[in-house]
């Protein structure tokens, strides 16, 4: 498949997005509303849905999980330990800029691409893969920050009673007991569900214009640059050649990996108040620069 054919849509309604908030088409009251109506509920329901119809046999998978853990986690520790040794930084500023290197923006951007690209039966593979996402990576950059105070249990809790997370962990259970609901709610559901991607994108562009690039941009190039060229490298290698998994297992977490970067590494950099600008730049560039990145690697993975 052309990968114009698969970004094309994804862009154009992240553009509108962008374009709306730019030029005040709706406020910001207008746009608070649709982000909590988006993200805490549509999506919610969209993925607690989609998991109790999802084949656990298949998404369920100690490979998968490890195939991709495995190498964010190393690139992870490398890149903090290689800024805090070479760019002569802080802990804590390694830590965050680590995260702002590894965090994908799996629901917004990785999500859609992989069900265009692969179909609609791969996104199950995702939900099992995003429900640790957050949890991993941001106790680990609690834990190395040394401006941390109080109990990280305290300060991961938002995370852990986030809404993705539960409505997959609802799901699944769900799924695991055969919870039998009916056809008639399950419709209403799904009629729920289904402005929840379309949403996303258009709240993902609406953000942007709340970041600049111009501040930070050589960082958040070097930030990008991992983000989206040698994170889904090293992934692709490990699924491939380390643990040998089917080629759309590869594919689906390659381009889980090459997705931009996500808006809550800024949030945590912001609550640990370092390299703020750096995180909320990288956002910016790497979204932009994905366009680019993830068409090749479509190329590459998607026949």
């Known amino acids: 498949m052309n990968p114009i054919d698969i970004l094309f849509p994804l862009i154009f309604v992240v553009t509108a997005g962008f374009i709306c908030a730019k030029i005040r088409f709706l406020s910001t009251t207008h746009f608070e509303g649709l982000r909590t109506f988006i993200f805490n509920l549509a999506i919610p329901v969209f993925l607690f849905v989609s998991m109790f119809k999802a084949d656990l046999q298949q998404a369920l998978s100690a490979s998968l999980l490890l195939s991709f853990y495995i190498p964010v986690v190393t690139v992870y520790l490398c890149v903090c330990i290689g800024i805090k040794i070479f760019g002569k930084m802080s802990l804590s500023e390694s830590a965050v800029l680590a995260l702002s290197g590894c965090y994908s923006n799996t629901v917004l951007v990785g999500l859609p691409i992989i069900i265009m690209a692969l179909g609609e039966q791969y996104g199950a593979l995702v939900f099992m893969v995003i429900t640790f996402h957050s949890a991993l990576l941001f106790a680990l950059t609690f834990a190395l920050s040394s401006n941390v105070k109080g109990d990280i249990v305290e300060l991961l809790k938002p995370l852990l009673l986030n809404p993705v997370v539960l409505s997959i962990s609802l799901g699944i259970v ?3 007991i055969t919870l039998p609901i009916p056809n008639i709610l399950l ?3 799904n009629l729920l569900s289904e402005p929840a991607i379309a949403g ?3 709240v993902l562009g ?3 214009n709340q970041y600049s690039v111009k501040e930070a941009w050589k960082g958040a190039l070097i930030v990008s640059v991992i983000k989206l060229a040698l994170l ?9 050649w380390g643990v040998n998994l089917p080629v759309k297992q590869v594919a689906v977490l390659t381009l889980m990996a090459a997705s931009p970067l996500g808006v809550n590494a800024y949030l945590v950099a912001r609550q640990l108040k370092v390299k703020q600008d750096v995180a909320a730049s990288s956002v910016v560039l790497s979204t932009l620069l994905s366009i680019f990145t993830l068409s090749i690697w479509l190329l590459t993975l998607v026949p």
């Open 232 to 240: 889904p490298a090293a992934v692709f290698a490990f699924a491939k």
């Open 174 to 176: 769900a799924n695991a």
């Open 187 to 189: 419709n209403g559901l």
């Open 206 to 208: 609406a953000s942007l």
């Open 200 to 202: 996303a994108l258009f």
